[in-house]
C-alpha cells in the first residue's frame, strides 16, 4: 500500500524556521518524483517545490519561496523534506507532500498541476505570526 505521511508543522514567528518530514511506504523514490505543495483556505492549491532524485535538473521552486526553501530526499530513509527558513505570514498554510509515478526515461518535469501527481499525503498545518 503506498502511503505518505507528513509531519513536523506547527507555529513559528516571522523570520522562523521549520523542516517538513514526508515518509513514503509502498515505494521509493527511485521512480517516483516528490512535490511539495500548499493551500490556505479559499484559494486553489499551489506547488512549492519538486524534485526527482535521479534527476537533479528536475529541482523546481516556486518564486515565492525561491532562496528560503530547500527541497531533498534521503532515498535509505525513504524520507523527502522541505526546510523552510525565513517564513513569513504568506506562508501560513496547509503543506502537502505528494509522489509522481515516473515511468519513462530522460528527462523529468516535476513542476506540474497537482492533479498529474499519483499519492498524496495529509497534510500538516504551518502557521506563521507577525
Known amino acids: 500500500e503506498v502511503q505518505l505521511v507528513e509531519s513536523g508543522g506547527g507555529s513559528v514567528q516571522t523570520g522562523g524556521s521549520l523542516r517538513l518530514s514526508c515518509v513514503a511506504s509502498?515505494?521509493?523514490?527511485?521512480?517516483?518524483?516528490i512535490g511539495w505543495f500548499r493551500q490556505v483556505p479559499g484559494k486553489e492549491r499551489e506547488q512549492v517545490s519538486c524534485?526527482?532524485?535521479?534527476?537533479?535538473?528536475?529541482?523546481y521552486y516556486a518564486y515565492s519561496v525561491k532562496d528560503r526553501f530547500t527541497i531533498s530526499t534521503d532515498n535509505a530513509k525513504n524520507t523527502a523534506y522541505l526546510e523552510m527558513n525565513s517564513l513569513k505570514p504568506e506562508d501560513t498554510a496547509v503543506y502537502y507532500c505528494?509522489?509522481?509515478?515516473?515511468?519513462?526515461?530522460?528527462?523529468?518535469?516535476?513542476?506540474?498541476?497537482?492533479?498529474?501527481?499519483?499519492?498524496w499525503g495529509q497534510g500538516t498545518q504551518v502557521t506563521v505570526s507577525s
Open positions: 524534485f526527482f532524485s535521479r534527476s537533479e535538473d528536475s529541482t
Open positions: 505528494a509522489a509522481l509515478v515516473v515511468w519513462w526515461s530522460g528527462a523529468v518535469n516535476c513542476q506540474l498541476p497537482d492533479y498529474e501527481y499519483d499519492y
Open positions: 509502498g515505494f521509493t523514490f527511485d521512480d517516483h518524483a
